[in-house]
């Protein structure tokens, strides 16, 4: 069943430039789509535009049936708490623990005072806990975001993203700022979400072959329109220099 659909969506920031053109795709649950295309060619915005974190200008996105474009600010706030999002530069609160963080992802279901008042049930605590000790960082729970590695850091993200109990994740570059032995421990992770506990994932990656490797289905992305949208398999390396409009050798990363 279609978890995501979207329909001729277009996007442009100004009046001069279309970002995005008549995109058209469709998410089932529990996949893992990887979004791949070079530079500028739009690959954030569209990610971004899912939960609407930018505004997009034509088309419809329907998420779990429900029309993303038409909804107020309440529907908005429940909306993302079934989107969570993973990012390129984690987006933790430095000076704030590991904990903390994580429990930042329950602020969807707060009020906001208490939110502010950080007044979380035993039940989130022990919930974080247990995705803390999933992802293998539990021992850093009451450090400082700050003192812990790009890697960890992810991972913390990652737990914060699925502390909120998500239908999708959204991840935006997720490993561009990591290392290749910390890239393998979070994409691990990310494809365990999907598989263990039937997340969706949808990731934006500048790695072609982790791509390849991860995905059940890649979206090639050039100049803001769909120019692939298959499984690795199907991904030739005539396709792969079509998306990128080159040979492209030097591109991929092992
Ligand atoms: N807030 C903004 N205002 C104006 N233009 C923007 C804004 N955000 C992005 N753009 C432009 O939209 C285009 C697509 O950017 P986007 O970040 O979506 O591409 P991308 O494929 O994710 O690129 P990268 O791989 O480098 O992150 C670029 O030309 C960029 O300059």
Redesign the pocket.
């Known amino acids: 069943m279609s978890l995501l659909t979207v329909e001729g969506l277009g996007k442009s ?2 009046a001069d430039k279309q ?1 995005l053109k008549n995109i058209n795709f469709e998410i089932k649950a529990g996949e893992f789509v990887s979004i791949i ?1 070079p ?8 990610l971004r535009c899912i939960n609407r974190m930018v505004e997009f200008n034509e088309g419809n996105i329907l998420f779990n049936q429900q029309d993303v474009g038409s909804l107020n600010k309440k529907g908005l706030r429940k909306l993302r708490t079934n989107i969570g999002m993973v990012f390129q530069h984690y987006n933790l609160v430095p000076r704030l623990t590991v904990i903390e963080n994580v429990l930042h992802g329950r602020f969807g279901y707060k009020t906001t005072f208490q939110g502010l008042l950080g007044r979380y049930t035993e039940e989130e605590k022990e919930r974080a806990f247990y995705l803390l000790e999933k992802l293998g960082i539990h021992e850093h729970a009451y450090k400082r975001c700050d003192q812990l590695s790009g890697g960890q850091q992810q991972r913390v993200g990652i737990c914060r993203a699925l502390i909120q109990e998500p239908k999708l994740v959204l991840c935006d ?1 997720p490993i561009a700022s990591l290392d290749p032995n910390s890239s393998k421990i979070i994409m691990d992770h990310l494809k365990s979400i999907s598989t263990e506990m039937g997340i969706t994932c949808l990731v ?1 990656l ?1 790695q072609v072959e982790v791509a390849q490797h991860y995905s059940d289905r890649i979206i090639g ?1 050039n100049n803001g329109e769909i120019v692939f949208n298959g499984t690795a398999y199907e991904l030739t390396q005539e396709k792969i220099n079509h998306i990128y409009g080159t040979k492209t050798k030097d591109l991929i990363i092992a």
């Open positions: 920031y100004t970002i295309g530079s500028g060619a739009g690959k954030s915005t569209m570059e934006n500048h992305l």
